[in-house]
């Protein structure tokens, strides 16, 4: 699960990759639970640019089809 967490006075925020699992112990009674919290902002904000480039080439793509499709009907 991914999830933003912001401070307490809003500086800055991370997004976060939470995963947990029961621990038990040797008896199989639940004891607690084991969390792990990866801080993923980095690939987050790497993920953005790469579908902001994407998007960019998508678009850049498209206008020169459309001024190769015009050139050619001239």
Known sequence: TEMI???????????A?????????RSGKLKGAVVVVRD???????E?????ARDEA???????GRFLSTVSHE
């Not at 990759?17 to 112990?25: E, I, K, L, Y």
């Not at 998508?58 to 020169?64: C, E, H, I, Q, R």
């Open 5 to 15: 967490i912001k401070s307490h006075d809003r500086n800055f925020e991370i997004v």
């Open 17 to 25: 990759s939470v995963s947990a699992r029961p621990f038990f112990d």
């Open 58 to 64: 998508l678009a850049a793509n498209a206008a020169k």
């Open 40 to 46: 993923i902002t980095n690939r987050k904000r790497a």
């Open 48 to 52: 953005l640019e790469v579908s902001a």
